[in-house]
């Protein structure tokens, strides 16, 4: 078993509507969860990033952290046509300088 | 927020020569950076963590005489693809984490290497 899993899509949905990404994992000792979102041939871009468990939120985005289910999600309302990317979840055990684990990724198109 | 800067941006050299990337956090120290390869529509891989002022830390397969990396500063890493074949050809981004700080990695636009 992979120590994260995520969904890799391709996940189309119409502008407006709502979209939920999540990961699974499987070590318990992570403890900060981060969502990137990647356009092509971009590095990514840090989106959200939350410390164990429960929600965060940032304008259209919202993080939540289920430690107990080792599951993670990012929602993310009214989407739009420029929403259009990949989304990586990343997580790791420690703070300050660690290597993050990622996901394969999520490719989501928002149709206008 | 924190930016991270590469260069080149896109490469392309013949098979045999070196390449080397430059990562620099522009407006942040950062004590570590990661590099990290990337191949089409697959998420990332972590081949090694730079930490400034010593010797960088490989993952497993990775070969440290392949892929060189020098941080000799606060602000800047260096990877160096020695006798790069095809196969070399990848996206290369690096990250880097503000020092003192929690683990949010910045990552840099992202180095196109194409070996021909």
Redesign the interface.
């Known amino acids: 078993q992979k120590e994260v899993e995520q969904d890799p899509g391709p996940l189309s949905v119409p502008e407006g509507a709502i979209v939920s990404l999540n990961c699974t994992y499987s070590n318990s000792a992570f403890q900060?969860f981060?969502w990137?979102r990647q356009y092509s041939?971009?590095?990514?871009?840090?989106l959200m990033?939350t410390?164990s468990s429960g929600n965060k939120e940032d304008g259209r985005f919202t993080a939540q952290v289920d430690k107990s289910s080792k599951y993670i999600s990012l929602f993310i309302r009214d989407s739009q046509p420029s929403d259009s990317a990949t989304y990586?979840c990343?997580m790791?055990r420690?703070?300050?300088?660690?290597?993050?684990v990622?996901?394969?990724?999520t490719?989501l198109s928002v149709i206008a | 927020g924190a930016v991270v800067s590469q260069h080149p941006s896109r490469v392309i050299c013949k098979s045999g020569t070196s390449v080397k990337i430059e990562c620099r956090s522009l407006d942040f120290q950062a004590t570590t950076m990661f590099w990290y390869r990337q191949f089409p529509k697959k998420s990332l891989m972590l081949m090694a963590t730079s930490n400034e002022g010593s010797k960088a830390t490989y993952e497993q397969g990775v070969e440290k005489d392949k892929f060189l990396i020098n941080h000799a500063s606060l602000t800047l890493s260096t990877l160096t693809v020695t006798s790069a074949h095809p196969e070399d050809s990848s996206f290369y981004i690096c990250s880097a984490s503000l020092w003192g700080g929690p683990n949010e990695q910045f990552f840099g636009p992202g180095t196109r290497l194409t070996v021909l």
């Open positions: 900060y981060m990137y041939r971009k590095g990514p871009e840090l990033y410390y990586l990343a790791s420690n703070s300050g300088n660690t290597p993050l990622f996901g394969k990724g490719r």
